[in-house]
C-alpha cells in the first residue's frame, strides 16, 4: 500500500469534482488511479 498513490488518486478526484462543475476538465474524464 502506497500513501503517495492514495494521495494521488484523491487529488484527482478531488480536482475533476471542483473542475466539473467550474467548466474546465468536463470534456475528459479523470485519469484513472495510479497501480498499487
Given amino acids: ?3 503517495t498513490s492514495v494521495l494521488a ?3 484527482t478526484a478531488a480536482t475533476g ?3 466539473a462543475p467550474g ?3 468536463v470534456s475528459h ?3 484513472p488511479p495510479p497501480p498499487p
Fill in 29 to 31: 474524464p479523470p485519469p
Fill in 23 to 25: 467548466g474546465h476538465g
Fill in 9 to 11: 488518486f484523491l487529488l
Fill in 17 to 19: 469534482a471542483f473542475a
Fill in 1 to 3: 500500500m502506497q500513501v
